[in-house]
């Protein structure tokens, strides 16, 4: 596989390690393109000292691109210095005393990840898991990661309406098993404890009254596919007891047999309910959490991906509407969207686009008219905006810590920044238009060393 990447070479680096590091590199059929002022994609970071001035350009570097930083020189980095260089942004680091024989970890790690970011960008993926805001980009990333290059126990853990039965299904469909079996879903909330054994593992013929033919439970059923135990904090702790055994030796007895079955799953559990505090409180048993948390996936609640909500939303109003894919959002629609509260998540929010399509008429977007009377926001809520509710806190919170009005606003704008870029999948122009900025300063502002920067 023959990689395209960037180099850079941070701080005072040798004449002779950038050389070695280079052909280093072309040894293994890596392409170390020429730096550019906007370097997009996948890129390695070299440096022989995490000073501030490294961190700062690997903060930059890592704006527009995933980054490995790769630590050369006689003197390793402390932990702390290890975490300081991710916390800038590198997607690992790697600490060389000298130049090795070959590039294997640097080649191993990019064919990595661009595999991871090929997935996501597939339409299987981004058509399902919908939105570009940072954090639930990290979040699909590391599903596929997870989906396509393991077959590790997922305990999805968020609220309702986040999403979760729609991760666990795609962990089913990035699975690179041959064969593969079906998608077996069980509702933990709806198991009677007197037939669990039956609905889980299945009976034998006349096991017992009313059993008039044998049946497959669940385990069964998903051999050589997936398990997907919904809400499985609801079990009882009996029901939790009978569980363990098969998920840990994926193995079962049907009720009224005597014969042990095997079965090959992989499994999938979703709650929304925090069990470390269940199994603290005793509600929980520690040995099946472990089983089943081979993996924890936090899909965030919509509050904290708002930038996602309007694509959400299009892409509700494309489904209820086929025929009118260019249906969109007036402006005062998408100003009342993004500030409204949805309780219910990424479900409540599709409830309303929902109610907005029902009203809406003929050609056009949607307008304010089409709101319904009992969605329509409180007249003491007219006020309200964008810089309400987390914006705020963060301010509050740089006050009490003695940050002054320059630092404050850089740090803004930087992160201002950063948003737009990732939004935009790195494009300098696109999210310089988004800022209402020029391309030239935007590039000036991300060049420009952090204590020189206007506020």
């Keep these: 596989m023959s990689l395209s990447i960037w180099v850079r070479f941070l701080g005072s680096v040798s004449a002779g390690t950038r050389e070695g590091f280079l052909a280093l590199l072309r040894s293994s059929d890596i392409d170390p393109a020429t730096p550019s002022g906007s370097d997009q994609g996948f890129g390695v970071a070299v440096f022989e000292h995490a000073s501030t001035a490294v961190l700062e350009d690997l903060r930059a570097c890592a704006t527009a691109s995933t980054v ?260 969109d959002l007036d402006e005062p629609v998408r100003e009342y969207l993004m500030l409204r509260d949805y309780p219910g998540n990424v479900r409540d929010l599709r409830r309303v686009v929902a109610s907005l399509h029902l009203r809406h008429a003929g050609p056009g977007p949607i307008t304010i008219g089409d709101v319904p009377e009992e969605e329509r926001p409180p007249t003491d809520a007219s006020d309200a905006d964008w810089r309400q509710g987390g914006f705020a806190g963060a301010i509050s919170q740089a006050i009490e810590l003695g940050i002054g009005l320059k630092e404050i606003g850089n740090a803004a704008s930087e992160m201002a920044i950063k948003l737009a870029l990732d939004r935009e999948h790195g494009n300098l122009h696109r999210a310089a238009s988004r800022l209402g900025v020029t391309d030239r300063a935007l590039q000036l502002r991300r060049a420009k060393p952090r204590d020189e920067r206007p506020v």
């Design 68 to 327: 490995l930083a790769i630590c050369i020189g006689p003197t390793r980095p402390s932990l702390a210095e290890l975490w300081a260089i991710s916390r800038a942004g590198a997607r690992d680091v790697l600490v060389w005393p000298r130049l090795p024989a070959s590039a294997d970890q640097v080649v191993s790690r990019l064919e990595r990840w661009v595999a991871i970011e090929d997935l996501a960008g597939d339409p299987l993926v981004k058509d399902v898991l919908i939105g570009t805001s940072p954090r639930w980009r990290t979040m699909v990333r590391n599903v596929v990661e997870v989906a396509a290059f393991s077959q590790v126990s997922v305990l999805i853990v968020g609220e309702s309406g986040t999403g979760k039965e729609l991760i666990a299904r795609l962990i089913h469909d990035l699975d690179q098993r041959r064969d593969k079996g079906d998608f077996v879903v069980v509702d933990c909330t709806t198991i009677v404890p007197e037939l669990s054994g039956s609905e889980l593992f299945g009976h034998e013929r006349g096991a017992f009254t009313g059993a008039v033919g044998a049946r497959e439970g669940a385990f069964a059923l998903a051999d050589g596919g997936t398990l997907f135990l919904d809400e499985i904090g609801e079990l009882p702790l009996p029901l939790q007891a009978q569980l363990l055994r098969a998920v840990q030796e994926h193995t079962y007895k049907r009720v009224g047999s005597n014969t042990w079955h095997r079965t090959d799953f992989r499994l999938v559990c979703a709650t929304n309910r925090d069990l470390i505090s269940a199994v603290a409180a005793g509600q929980f048993r520690a040995d099946l959490y472990y089983r089943i948390a081979g993996w924890v996936c936090r899909p965030p609640p919509l509050r904290e991906r708002k930038e996602d909500i309007l694509d959400l939303a299009r892409h509700f109003l494309a489904e209820l509407d086929e025929a009118r894919a260019a249906l």
